[in-house]
């Protein structure tokens, strides 16, 4: 019945691309009021929950060393091209909202924001919740691999509950690419996958339905290992007057598959470097030019564009919406929630700090 | 979606509970907490209502804020949780006093206990339900106005018998009308009521709004100084001339004791009049100083034209209460006099009815006074709250002034009904009204609408209830003149008339 309810055209009003193939979240969501079903009469644990941060994927990758003196370096200085290209952004978010004795219970979901003329609209996802225990991760497992998400057998609950908010984003993703034109494509991470994992077959579908659309993608990673020169990227300080993008050519690190050609960006002098990942098919000038547009038709702020942070504040879950979810939840599935027992703070009293855990 | 009250705190007599949207809660309105296990209710009222600190709000709102305008969207939410986290933010915290307890079906006034945070129930206690348990509206009631549940609410008139009260607010909350109320209320059930009214607002109550004459038609009595309320000096009593002489003349005493000499005189043969007063100072022998001090005071209370040797003009205090014998209304009308005038008047009226009240000549009756400061002496104050109480003048100040009225004034009224007041100062004064809390008093005044009061003491036997005050069909005179009232374009003139005026002038 509440699947039968979904209606994912969004109001034309704001001239939202439309989200159309339902597919996945058809089972996602069937998914996540099965898993919930389970949670019935339980007892859900809830200390601390509102105060935890969200668990990341997308911002790790593997460390990339760029130091070879081989490799050749060269900074590009972009001048901004302001010419209406809409900019859309990604991001999706999961948190921990409590955990029972067989599993943990969990949310996630995904924002985009669309930036045409400067004027800023949002579609957020979700929340969705689900109920991750022994009896049904197989079947999460399932649902994940189906949809490229590399899952291996012996992912834990926690795990499990990342790939999830991975698999909202990346179905997001796909559909934005798939219904957006021309626009400049901002997600959350970059564009590196495992040789030979399920995620690479994700990136490269996500990459050709935005190159038949005529969309760029840029992927931006916050909190990248990558090292130039020895140094963080992050704080990656150069003469040159920003904004500009640094390239590195002919890398190709081990065992990892780079569908984008990795730039290093820096847009204001205030502010941080980020790796941006830029579709490594495209012409050099095309990749260039989708810097110049983004900066040309989006605000930056401490050299990060604004849409992307938008879409990360628009996912990111608040402590007041973890009550919300716990309330959804002892109302709808009538479970019990009550506040952990800290078995730390009993123990040591003050010194029960959850930081040597 | 309605989702039960919580307890959460209990600090002293406050008492702090969660509420959740729907649920119909508002400033001033009384709550029971029902804790089984004890077998007891605890009755609280409502003194503010803040948001309740739900962790990660900050957040929320800097989210939708953006330099420019709010980001618009929407959520596609299937499953619905959106409302949930919504209901959350919008919790509210209820900030309550605690006025009681309910044991036995009785009400008595424990505040130490605690209720249970699990097992308590709260929900709202309606005024209805409170009056009742309270007992408050029987008797002889005087309809007031409605509280926020529209119910009717009455005062049991009794429940001013022997009482001080004040009434007060600042200016166009309704404070005259609420006094109005209660006086023709006072009339209904056979009382006597004395009106100082010092700006002729009272005169037509007698007739309705459209100026026909109501049932107060022959109830109530306008007595306006110097006109159709004048006294003979043999009426009027050398006590009371003495006491209008001393505090609303000013003589010093000397000149009393020289000035009862000549009454004296004067009474023992028979020759007690204005004029022959005026000859006996003139040919008096004593000090010339004395004498010009006695003059002076002789042609002030000639010229207050109060005072006649006319005895068909003049009207004896007996003969004015005579006329309310089954209930009524004295509106002594003050609103021609002068400064000094009035006080002649309110000392006579003052002094005569402690005489007549000491004689057991008249019934005790009812004191409304307007602005009382502008014609009471500052000894008056607590004669009238403590020696003439117990003679049988039970008085009701009105005023929008409420530092004009003495803190021990406050701390012995018996009933305050307070209108809006918004200025600092002016809520620090209430509050010292020793029948209620300051947090209730501030909280709940300030937020008052027009026409909405806040009854506190005796009469709602000390649980503060909120009214809106009933509309009253008679005349109310004493409006204040406007300038723009007649039509403006009568008086406006073209820039070429303006100029051409300049010119001429």
Not at chain 1, 324 to 352: D, E, V
Not at chain 2, 321 to 350: C, H, W
């Amino acid at each position: 019945m509440l699947i039968e309810q979904l209606h994912y055209e969004t109001t034309p009003r704001y001239n939202f691309p439309l989200l159309k193939d339902i597919d996945l979240p058809r089972r996602f969501i069937e998914l996540s009021v099965e898993s919930m079903k389970d949670v019935k009469g339980e007892v859900l644990n809830v200390h601390g929950e509102i105060f935890q941060d969200s668990l990341v994927n997308g911002d790790y990758e593997d460390s990339i060393y760029i130091g070879d003196p081989e490799s050749p370096i060269r900074v590009i200085q972009v001048r901004p091209i302001r010419d209406d290209t809409p900019i859309i952004a990604i991001d999706a978010s999961n948190i921990k909202i409590g955990e029972t004795d067989r599993g943990i219970l969990c949310a996630v979901r995904g924002a985009v924001i669309w930036n045409r003329k400067r004027r800023y609209r949002y579609i957020r996802i979700g929340p969705f919740p689900f109920y991750i225990n022994a009896e049904n991760r197989d079947e999460i497992l399932h649902l994940l691999r189906k949809h490229h998400i590399p899952a291996s057998n012996s992912s834990s609950l926690t795990e499990i509950q990342i790939k999830l908010g991975s698999l909202i984003e990346n179905w997001i993703q796909i559909n934005v690419c798939r219904s957006s034109n021309r626009s400049i494509i901002l997600i959350d991470g970059s564009l590196t996958a495992n040789r030979n994992s399920d995620s690479l077959n994700m990136y490269m579908q996500m990459l050709r339905s935005a190159r038949e659309k005529e969309n760029s993608i840029l992927a931006f990673s916050k909190m990248t290992k990558l090292r130039v020169l020895g140094r963080r990227v992050l704080n990656l300080h150069l003469k040159y007057r920003p904004p500009w993008i640094l390239t590195i050519d002919d890398f190709q690190p081990f065992n990892l598959h780079l569908l984008g050609d990795i730039y290093i960006a820096k847009f204001t002098e205030r502010g941080y470097s980020f790796r941006v990942d830029i579709d490594h098919t495209l012409p050099d000038e095309e990749k260039i030019r989708a810097v110049k547009r983004l900066l040309g038709n989006d605000s930056v702020f401490q050299s990060y564009p604004e849409s992307l942070r938008l879409a990360h504040i628009y996912s990111t879950f608040t402590a007041n919406e973890v009550i919300g979810i716990q309330r959804f939840i002892s109302q709808q599935f009538g479970i019990k929630i009550i506040s952990q027992h800290n078995f730390r703070r009993s123990l040591f009293g003050p010194y029960g700090t959850e930081m040597d855990d | 979606m309605i989702e039960a009250m919580k307890l959460y705190k209990k600090t002293g007599n406050t008492i702090q509970i969660i509420s959740f949207p729907g649920e119909d809660v508002s400033k001033g309105c009384y709550l029971i907490i029902e804790d089984e296990s004890s077998g007891k209710s605890m009755i609280v009222q409502v003194i503010d209502i803040q948001f309740a600190n739900v962790p990660g709000v900050m957040e929320e709102l800097l989210r939708n804020s953006f330099p420019e305008e709010n980001i618009k969207g929407e959520d596609v939410d299937p499953l619905d949780v959106t409302s949930h986290i919504l209901y959350i933010q919008d919790a509210r915290l209820l900030i309550c006093k605690i006025h009681g307890t309910i044991k036995d079906g009785k009400i008595i006034s424990d505040s130490s206990w605690l209720p249970s945070r699990t097992r308590s129930s709260i929900r709202r206690l309606s005024v209805k339900s409170l009056i009742d348990l309270l007992e408050i509206n029987g008797g002889l009631p005087i309809l007031l106005g409605e509280t926020d549940e529209s119910t009717e609410f009455s005062i049991n008139a009794m429940a001013l018998d022997g009482k001080l009260n004040i009434i007060t607010g600042k200016k166009g909350t309704g404070k005259s009308h609420l006094s109005k109320i209660l006086v023709l209320g006072l009339i209904d059930h056979g009382a006597t009521v004395i009106v100082l009214d010092l700006n002729g607002e009272y005169t037509h109550l007698n007739l309705t709004s459209e100026g026909d004459k109501n049932r107060y038609y022959r109830r109530i009595h306008v007595f306006t100084p110097g006109s159709n309320f004048k006294v003979t000096l043999s009426q009027t009593g050398l006590s009371v001339i003495l006491k209008i002489l001393t505090h609303a003349l000013s003589l010093p005493g000397t000149s009393c004791r020289e000035f009862r000499r000549i009454w004296k005189f004067l009474e023992e043969r028979r020759l007690l009049s204005l004029h022959e007063l005026g000859e006996a100072i003139r040919n008096w022998r004593c000090n010339q100083h004395i004498k010009d001090a006695l003059y002076s005071r002789y042609y002030a209370l000639l010229h207050s034209n109060f005072f006649t040797d006319n005895e068909y003009e003049a009207i004896t205090l007996e003969d004015v209460f005579s006329k309310t014998k089954y209930g009524g209304a004295i509106i002594i009308d003050l609103s021609n006099s002068s400064p000094l005038d009035r006080q002649i008047v309110v000392e006579y009226m003052l002094g005569k009815l402690q005489d007549l009240l000491s004689l057991n000549k008249i019934r005790p009756v009812f004191l409304f006074a307007e602005e009382a400061h502008l014609y009471l002496r500052d000894t008056y104050w607590d004669d009238i709250v403590t020696r003439m109480r117990h003679f049988g003048v039970f008085t009701t100040f009105i005023t929008n002034q409420p530092n004009t009225i003495k803190e021990n004034i406050y701390r012995q009224a018996d009933n305050v009904f307070l209108f809006n007041f918004i200025n600092e100062h002016d809520l620090q004064i209430i509050s010292k009204a020793a029948r209620v809390d300051v947090e209730t008093v501030v909280s709940i005044v300030r937020d008052l609408p027009p026409h909405h009061c806040l009854i506190l003491g005796n009469v709602v036997k000390d649980f503060p209830i909120v009214i809106k005050v009933r509309p009253l069909n008679v005349q109310t005179g004493g409006h204040t003149k406007l300038f723009f009232t007649v039509n403006q374009r009568d008086y406006q003139l073209s820039t070429s008339e303006a100029y051409r005026l300049a010119g001429e002038s």
